[in-house]
């Protein structure tokens, strides 16, 4: 029997939930009265504001300037005027300056007109991801300009798709994979191209089979030279060193990045995102988010404008079936909890999450039953760091490799204390870089 590739440690098996939205085709959302655009809604440096109160905007236009090396430019995701800048909270805490603009009646089209792509160099393609303000659609916003400038001391032979959509409930990849997937990996044939990679491999869960199918037609019919491989499913999956460890064998040392063993690393969205800059010349103005949980009335996957307030997307799915305990910006086991609807979605938002009543638990403890020692996918001693960092000792935390965690919550999934091991991690990340 043919073993099923997959991560060597750690992980865990969450229920995926996926049955509330992954039937559902990706609907536009009606143009809201109002957008809340933020400056500040990818990793790095917030943009800086090109526009003032009372300007008008176009839709695509840039509004605002990428203020430093890991930062990205802003757009309009329609015509129409800038009602004030405020300062706003995103789901993730992160506080910043945001234009509030009111679109106008009626929004110019789409230009029909594509680019030969094939045409252009790898620099030319990289200046119009940069320009276009692509970043990633995993969640992480790293700016896709940066992570596609090789050094000329790197090299790349392998990019790999990460369409493993491993985060319960979330259904956007999924969707785009199926109705999008022509474009998606027609991205990834351009990203291959500016990074000079000779293998292209897309990575996809076996619980999304059709996906995985639908992809392969596309190859076959193409002829594109890209590789689909069907993962177990494993959380966390999608996280960028387990993937590299289940697709190519590779494992990136503690402090480096895919790129130090020859791989480059990217969401099956962003591939999407990039086929639209460079092919239709569309910045990234809007973007797919699984509206969905056990409260939504009707869970939805809606291509909507990043600015968009999330109770505007409440609305469009019909308002809540019943009260929800908890709102969350992203998946269950990474993503925010928030609890004002009148926070936008940004270019990272991929799920609003309503979820009904959480079973309640008191935290005790620790065992030293080793459970989060044996969940964690990077081998990391969770519960030694909670004792370093919730003891004071931050710098023995730093020196224990806290920086290394990546805060998928597999430690806190499993822990039978019920500790808030992911809360402490961030915490002592903090106070960390502070002593430094």
């Not at 706003?88 to 929004?107: G, H, K, M, R, Y």
């Not at 030319?124 to 970043?135: H, R």
């Not at 597999?410 to 961030?426: D, F, Q, R």
Request: aromatic fraction near 6%; hydrophobic fraction near 35%.
């Amino acid at each position: 029997m043919q073993r099923i590739p997959t991560f060597s440690k750690g992980g865990v098996h969450p229920d995926d939930r996926k049955v509330y939205s992954r039937s559902a085709a990706i609907e536009r959302l009606p143009m809201p009265s109002e957008l809340i655009v933020a400056l500040s809604q990818h990793l790095g440096a917030p943009a800086k504001a090109l526009k003032a109160k009372g300007d008008t905007v176009i839709k695509g236009e840039k509004i605002g300037e990428a203020s430093g090396f890991i930062s990205s430019d802003v757009h309009s995701p329609v015509s129409g005027s800038i009602k004030e800048i405020r300062k706003v909270t995103l789901a993730n805490s992160v506080q910043c300056d945001a234009f509030v603009i009111v679109p106008d009646e009626v929004q110019p089209a789409d230009p029909e007109e594509t680019v030969d792509w094939q045409s252009l160099d790898g620099s030319e393609l990289l200046s119009s991801i940069k320009d276009m303000g692509i970043v990633g659609m995993g969640g992480a916003t790293f700016p896709a300009h940066v992570k596609f400038s090789i050094p000329k001391d790197k090299k790349v032979d392998s990019f790999v798709v990460n369409g493993v959509e491993c985060e319960p409930y979330l259904t956007a990849d999924y969707r785009i994979m199926l109705e999008k997937g022509e474009q998606a990996l027609e991205g990834a044939m351009i990203v291959a191209k500016i990074v000079k990679a000779e293998r292209v491999i897309v990575g996809v869960e076996m619980n999304k089979p059709d996906c995985i199918d639908h992809l392969k037609e596309i190859v076959k019919e193409k002829g594109y030279p890209i590789e689909i491989v069907g993962l177990k499913m494993k959380y966390p999956q999608g996280d960028e060193k387990q993937l590299l460890k289940a697709i190519l064998n590779r494992e990136i040392p503690s402090g480096k990045l895919p790129l130090d063993v020859g791989a480059v690393v990217s969401n099956i969205g962003t591939c999407n995102a990039i086929y639209e800059a460079i092919v239709l010349k569309k910045s990234l103005y809007e973007r797919v988010i699984s509206v969905t949980g056990e409260c939504i009335a009707n869970p939805k996957n809606v291509l909507a404008p990043v600015g968009t307030k999330m109770s505007d997307l409440l609305d469009f799915c019909g308002g809540f079936s019943k009260e929800p305990e908890k709102l969350i910006s992203g998946g269950p086991m990474m993503g925010f909890s928030f609890f004002d609807t009148e926070t936008p979605m940004t270019k990272g938002s991929s799920g609003l999450l309503a979820l009904g009543a959480q079973k309640k638990y008191r935290s005790t403890a620790c065992l030293n039953c080793g459970r989060c020692v044996a969940a964690c996918p990077i081998a990391l001693m969770p519960a030694k760091l909670y004792r370093y960092i919730t003891g004071g000792e931050y710098e023995e935390a730093m020196n224990t490799s806290l920086m290394d965690c990546k805060e998928c919550g597999c430690c806190a999934y499993v822990c039978p204390a019920h500790l808030p091991l992911v809360h402490t991690m961030k915490t002592g990340k903090k106070l960390g870089r502070k002593k430094k």
